[in-house]
């Protein structure tokens, strides 16, 4: 990674104190997606731009370790495949696919649609948050053949 | 490559913009009235006999899916496969970005 | 004339904007600006949707708490606002690779001009 | 097979590729050397059940798939009638066999790349199937926009170039697919409908209206500059010229093709009931653009020297065939135009599999440098080679002169004269540009040395198997052309009335 670490004191602090309040926020947008403006993609799209805003503010060496780039890229493979999944699960219960009425989460129909719902929200959530994360990282890869070029 | 001098290039972008504006303006003007509540996109009952898809997701989202937010459920429940397409275009992307830019490494890879 | 810009002035803009971002696509010679221009178009073509969802005197697709029943004249058409988050996410990742081809170009060349990267050929 | 299996035959044929590719990633980083076994038996068991389905749809009629289970205008549907089922097959054979050949050939064009590059391609096959299978009209262009992105990826790897030709491809998809959502919301606007079958039953009360007309408009145009139909092919050569083997044998046979099937679907299913058959002005639109594009793409085919190049002009030629057989609106130009497209799908995968094989082991695919040489060291490539050629060129005993055949009695059966001359000019061109290879490997003798390179022989055996099959399969598919036409595409038509 070419881009060095911010060495301002003020941007690292701010950077480390707003990006727990942008994926709690997120989780609120991914979870109240029923009830207001709000869903998996909008949740995913936070908790990567938080992400990327630690990446930015405190540099890759700090941050790789918490989420690399080979952990988001399967990350957004689990999101896809939790959604497939959900969808899946239909067939088992004769339905067809993505019919969560089907799926017994629940005794009510619409209560089974509902927690079906928020079920894809998560896989989608997660599928967006960790492949923009990873569109990011490798956007900003150094251009070397094999050698390991770390951090700042 | 084809090369196209600029003075032949910019008048016939000129040219083609040109065209699908007016055509996009002649499409409007004939446009029932802006925001009218009753225009055909909105209406119960389409011509050919079926319910028209965005009033039965108003009428029937929260009764179906216990959920009172319309999108949420047209997005995840009634046209649930488009945005499995689009967590797969999501995916998608990922992976050609990958292919495109990611470093070649040893047989062994380790990314910390 | 007036009568009509007054009434469809959202179309109206909506059609500039459309013409910008293709004229951006077509007729700019810098690969960024092509790219800029082409987000420019998709962002319009969303609004364009947004709009055919708009309903006069109407609420966003939300059911009012303790409304029953359901007047569908209250509410926008929920179905383009579903259409659009999904055209959203698609517009962004054609960036990504748009973004990532440019990223290559520029490894392979050294510059985004396109002139100048004909002249290399 | 199980019969409820075959029930969800449509949405598992899809699933199983986008699955495969989701899995691929999430479990195959590590382990590259398994990427392209896995997308060969991703591809193979699709295949089969597409067979399966295909067998299933001719018995007991089309199958109409719910999504969600939420009924046709509602939710939205798969159509899984005799055209998709057998274009379905189409993709998953044609992708099976080129896929096997990208054992040796991926690894040595892109090495360490082959997870995300199988992949990619998987992605690329689950969104032409999609395409192919969907009955929803923006559904339709989440798919092609997958198709799209990984088009894009799998062109923009391989030479210097392909980054430069591949932004220039996006350029002009995007555009295309900005163009298509354009259509669909002016058409929204005055429908209210995103369902084909819907549309079609809505059309013919709105045909008339100015929002609807334009909102057509944009959608073909979007449709056609996807499908590099002749005044907007312009991004097709170089995309093809600079990809690399294997991305390029995937999609120059699939990928323009199943933008044609939308546009045969969008005509003859949607627009048909509203504008009669062939969609009238419209239709004799796309025949004449179709018959410049055969004209056109056969005299810049002749004058160019490189072989991949070349054959990437061809296709902007064959893509001109198709839209004929679509324009011309009646029985047999739909027939030779859903043969042409199975045809097609064969012939240029097979030349596209020879020429990765000679950049392989010749190490160009310059035509100037091609001679006796090249014939001595590959002889089985280059007999593959001459049966895609002859079925090119359209001469009897290969498929291609039938797919011809029937596109002709279209054109005579509807009296348009022009388009027949143009069908018969394009036989001499396309004659001129491969008798000249084909005089250039067999008759002339070899220069010493000239060819730069020691040859390495015959391609490997996972190379030389699948090309051989396509040669074969041509043959087959020429001997046994009536039983196709007659137990495959006779039920199209009958489903279109």
């Known amino acids: 990674m070419m881009r060095s670490a911010s060495s301002n004191l003020i941007v690292r602090v701010t950077a480390r104190f707003v990006a727990p309040v942008i994926q709690i926020f997120a989780l609120y947008v991914l979870f109240h997606g029923h009830y207001s403006p709000g869903g998996g993609f909008q949740g995913g799209v936070m908790i990567a731009a938080s992400i990327i805003l630690l990446r930015l503010a405190l540099g890759n060496r700090e941050t790789r370790p918490l989420i690399s780039t080979a952990v988001a890229t399967r990350g957004a493979a689990l999101g896809a495949l939790i959604f497939l999944a959900v969808g899946a699960l239909a067939f088992r219960y004769g339905g067809e696919f993505l019919d969560y009425g089907m799926i017994p989460f629940s005794d009510d129909e619409s209560m089974r649609r509902s927690h079906g719902i928020l079920l894809i929200e998560v896989g989608v959530a997660l599928a967006c948050a960790c492949a923009l994360t990873a569109v990011y990282d490798d956007l900003g890869e150094a251009p070397g053949r094999g050698e390991e070029r770390s951090g700042d | ?112 | 004339m007036i009568d009509f810009f007054a009434e469809h002035y959202s179309h109206v803009c909506i059609v500039v904007l459309i013409g910008v971002g293709f004229f951006g696509m077509v007729g700019k010679r810098n690969l960024v600006k092509k790219l800029i221009g082409m987000s420019v178009l998709q962002s319009a073509i969303i609004l364009f949707w947004l709009v055919a969802a708009f309903k006069e005197d109407a609420t966003i697709p939300i059911v009012k708490d303790g409304v029953s029943p359901i007047v569908p004249e209250e509410y926008v058409n929920p179905l383009p606002h579903a259409l659009m988050l999904t055209a959203i996410v698609v517009a962004v990742v054609t960036s990504g690779v748009a973004i990532a081809l440019l990223v290559k170009i520029y490894r392979n060349y050294g510059t985004l001009e396109e002139d100048q990267i004909l002249e290399q050929l | 097979m199980r019969p409820d299996l075959l029930n969800h035959a449509p949405i598992l044929i899809i699933l199983l590729f986008l699955g495969g590719a989701m899995v691929a990633v999430l479990a195959g980083l590590l382990q590259r050397r398994l990427a392209q076994p896995w997308a060969v038996g991703i591809t193979g068991s699709a295949t089969l059940l597409s067979l399966f389905g295909l067998a299933r749809v001719l018995q007991e009629g089309a199958l109409r798939y719910q999504l969600g289970g939420w009924r046709a205008p509602i939710g939205i549907e798969l159509i899984y009638d005799p055209l998709s089922a057998f274009l379905v097959v189409v993709i998953c054979a044609v992708s099976l066999l080129v896929l096997i050949h990208g054992r040796r050939i991926v690894p040595e064009e892109i090495p360490g790349r082959e997870v995300p590059f199988f992949a990619v391609a998987l992605m690329l096959i689950g969104g032409l199937c999609g395409i192919v299978l969907t009955g929803d009209l923006f559904n339709l262009y989440v798919f092609i926009e997958i198709v799209s992105l990984s088009s894009y990826a799998l062109l923009g790897i391989g030479t210097k170039r392909s980054p430069l030709s591949a932004f220039r491809y996006l350029v002009m998809g995007t555009t295309a697919g900005s163009f298509y959502l354009l259509g669909l919301a002016l058409i929204f606007m005055r429908t209210g409908t995103l369902n084909m079958t819907d549309l079609a039953e809505i059309l013919p009360f709105v045909s008339g209206q100015v929002p609807v007309l334009v909102g057509l408009a944009f959608i073909l145009v979007g449709l056609s500059l996807k499908a590099a139909i002749f005044p907007l092919h312009g991004w097709l050569p170089d995309a093809y010229t600079d990809g690399c083997s294997t991305a390029t044998a995937l999609i120059a046979p699939l990928g323009t093709k199943t933008a044609l099937y939308a546009i045969l679907r969008f005509v003859f299913f949607v627009l048909a009931p509203a504008y009669g058959a062939g969609a009238a002005p419209i239709g004799t639109i796309v025949a004449y653009a179709g018959a410049a594009a055969i004209v056109w793409g056969s005299f810049m085919a002749m004058s160019q020297k490189e072989l991949k190049r070349m054959l990437a002009y061809s296709s902007v030629a064959q893509v001109g065939y198709i839209a004929l057989g679509i324009g011309l609106g009646s029985r047999y130009g739909l027939i030779g135009a859903v043969l042409h497209i199975l045809n097609h799908a064969c012939m240029k995968a097979c030349l596209f599999l020879v020429t990765g094989n000679l950049r392989r082991n010749v190490g160009h695919s310059y035509l100037p440098n091609l001679d006796a040489s090249v014939r001595r060291e590959m002889p089985w490539s280059m007999a593959a080679f001459c049966v895609a050629a002859i079925s090119m060129i359209g001469l009897p005993p290969t498929a291609g002169f039938f797919s011809k055949w029937y596109l002709a009695l279209g054109t005579v059966e509807a009296g348009q004269w022009p388009l027949l001359v143009a069908l018969l000019v394009s036989t001499l061109l396309n004659g001129v540009y491969f008798f000249r290879i084909f005089e250039q490997v067999y008759l002339k003798p070899a220069r010493e040395g000239a060819s730069g390179r020691e040859a390495r022989g015959e391609a490997p055996l996972s190379m030389l198997v699948p090309t051989l099959i396509f040669a074969v399969l041509l043959l087959i598919l020429g001997i046994g052309n009536v039983y196709i036409v007659t137990t495959f595409l006779e039920p199209i038509w009958a489903g279109v009335l």
């Open chain 2, 1 to 112: 490559m084809i090369r196209m001098p600029r003075r032949i290039r910019i008048p016939l972008a000129l040219l083609g913009i040109l065209c699908c504006c007016t055509a996009l303006l002649f499409a409007i003007a004939a446009e029932p009235d802006y925001g009218d509540p009753h225009a055909p996109a909105h209406r119960e009952v389409s011509p050919g006999g079926h319910v028209t898809p965005g009033i039965y997701y108003t009428r029937n989202a929260l009764a179906e899916a216990h959920t009172p937010n319309m999108v949420t459920v047209t997005l995840a429940d009634y046209r649930s496969f488009d945005t499995f397409g689009e967590t797969t275009v999501v995916f998608c992307g990922c992976v050609c970005v990958m292919l495109l830019l990611r470093r070649r490494r040893p047989e062994r890879s380790d990314d910390s």
